[in-house]
Structure formats: structure tokens, C-alpha cells
């Protein structure tokens, strides 16, 4: 896992080593650096900073582009800072135009990020499984992804362009939109919210030998929920599952909140021991750069 001290990792060369793996890379979905040492300790290979836990665990509201892009470039540095895997984080729409974009672009690669997602919402966007989304132009997409290629200084940092059209115009037009972010640049292609197994087959189908595509398994959202062993069937590269360690977590904290206010003591069955925690949290390293350095 991230050491307080690091040393030489390349985790975006190893994510694309990953992508290329024919079977499909799972990523479950961080909120912040504690979630993401969890998805680590899992044995998970990479993990993904979700855009709607960002915005619930930083101002505990909804994912309709109320964070700023430094908020979420703070967020994605903290994440990337805490493991050895590589990071896949939420950009949003890139913060603006073109010129927006290259900024954001540089401010998580120098985050130590391993791929970013685009979309192609009108800023302020909505989360993707939520209703009245709205599109920017093909063309104006196009043009953020190609800035987002130049603005590159790191060629092996991956670019994710989503496209949320299928719930605005339809699926063809967000095929059509995907193929025309695939020849922009756009290294790994993410069409959000197909509502039905038959869609999700389509987009595999229609868009294999493109580019790797993304899965995204989102917990009680809009798309079929279909088990691994499918998804890969139909080849797709990445899955993320963005939102369950948030729903986990906010689960645990009810329940042990209700017990405290109906009880006078918190419910602590089945939680760490305080020993336990603070070893899942690094402090053996700590202590041991403590003695490392002290000079005792």
C-alpha cells in the first residue's frame, strides 16, 4: 500500500498493462484516501475515485457538479498519495471548455493519478444514472479530448471519455459520439447508463476493436445489474462499481448511530478493534520511521 515514504511506482503503465489484460479490470470506487487503502487491502488491482462519493463525503450533497475542480483534484491526490495502485479518477466535464480541460488535465496528472473520465454533460453536469441531463456538441467533445491529449506531459496516462447521451438522445447517437472521442484521442471509451442487457450488448458489440471499453456497475443505478462472468463475455475492460463502499459505510454509520441514540452505547459488534484500525491505517510504518530517524 502508499508509503509515507515512496519509491518509483508507475501505476499508469500499469494500468494500461491491465486494460490490455483480456479479462476485465475491477475497480471499486473510493471516496476517500481511507476508502481507498480498503480497496487495496481487498486485493483489488486499481481503484476508482468516484465523482458522487467526492461530493457526499467532502459537502454531504448531490453529485450535480457542485464540487469544483480543485476540490476534486485535492481529493484524487489525497487518494493517490495513500496506495500503490492505480488510480482512475472523475473529472467531470473537465471544468469548462477546451482551455478549462488542459488545465484539469495537468492538475491530476501532477496529482499522481493513472487515467481520468471526461464526459460530455453541460457544465454543471448530474450523475449519470440521475434524470434532466443535458449534452454539449460532438464536436465541442471532440475538441476537450484532443486538448485533453495534448495536455498530457505523461503519453501513458489514460484518457476515459464518457458519453451520457443514451439517456438524452439515445443510444446511436452516444455510439456515434463515443467512435467520434475514440478518434479525438480518447484512449478508453465509457458509455453511461444503457437500460437494458440488450443496449449494454450493443455497445460491446457496436464498439469492440474501437477502443477498451468501461463498465460502470452502478449500485442500484439505471443499467442492468449483470454478473462479472457476462461482462466479460461481452469483453469489456474496465468495471467500476462507483458508490458501494459509500452505501457501506453510510449503512454502518446509521445503524450504529441509531443504537447510540436509542441506547446510550454505540453497536461495536463486527467493527475493527481500535488495534486493528490503527494497524489498517499505517501505524507500524509510522512508528518504525519514528525509530528510523529519531536517532534513538
Not at 52 to 74: H, K, N, Q, W, Y
Not at 168 to 180: E, F, K, P, S
Request: hydrophobic fraction near 45%; charge should be negative; aromatic fraction near 6%.
Amino acid at each position: 500500500m502508499g508509503d509515507l515514504i515512496g519509491g518509483g511506482r508507475a501505476p499508469r503503465s500499469r494500468l494500461r498493462e491491465l486494460l490490455a489484460d483480456p479479462r476485465p479490470l475491477v475497480a471499486p470506487g473510493a471516496y476517500d484516501a481511507l476508502s481507498a487503502r480498503l480497496v487495496e487491502q481487498a486485493g483489488f488491482a486499481a481503484v476508482y475515485m468516484t465523482g458522487f462519493g467526492t461530493t457526499a463525503s467532502l459537502i454531504g450533497r448531490p453529485d450535480v457538479g457542485l464540487l469544483t475542480g480543485t476540490e476534486m483534484v485535492d481529493n484524487a491526490r489525497r487518494i493517490a498519495a495513500a496506495v500503490d495502485l492505480p488510480v482512475v479518477a472523475d473529472a467531470d466535464t473537465g471544468y469548462g471548455n477546451a482551455l478549462n480541460v488542459v488545465r484539469t488535465v495537468q492538475l491530476y496528472e501532477q496529482a499522481g493519478v493513472a487515467g481520468i473520465q471526461l464526459e460530455d454533460q453541460v457544465m454543471p453536469k448530474k450523475c449519470g444514472h440521475m434524470s434532466g441531463k443535458e449534452l454539449i456538441g460532438t464536436d465541442e467533445m471532440a475538441g476537450k479530448i484532443r486538448a485533453a491529449a495534448a495536455a498530457r506531459r505523461d503519453p501513458d496516462l489514460v484518457l476515459i471519455a464518457r458519453t451520457d447521451a443514451v439517456a438524452v438522445t439515445g443510444v446511436d447517437d452516444a455510439l456515434a459520439r463515443a467512435r467520434a472521442y475514440a478518434d479525438a484521442g480518447a484512449d478508453v471509451l465509457f458509455v453511461e447508463a444503457p437500460t437494458s442487457e440488450a443496449d449494454v450488448e450493443r455497445v460491446a458489440r457496436e464498439l469492440s476493436g474501437v477502443a477498451p471499453l468501461v463498465f460502470n456497475w452502478a449500485e442500484g443505478g439505471r443499467t442492468p445489474p449483470l454478473p462479472l462472468a457476462r461482462i466479460t463475455e461481452l469483453g469489456f475492460s474496465l468495471v467500476i462499481y462507483p458508490i458501494g463502499t459509500l452505501l457501506a459505510a453510510t449503512a454502518g454509520m446509521r445503524a450504529l448511530l441509531a443504537a447510540l441514540r436509542r441506547d446510550g452505547v454505540p453497536a461495536l459488534e463486527g467493527l475493527p478493534a481500535f488495534d486493528e484500525f490503527t494497524d489498517l491505517v499505517g501505524l507500524p510504518e509510522v512508528q518504525e520511521l519514528e525509530q528510523r530517524f529519531s536517532g534513538r
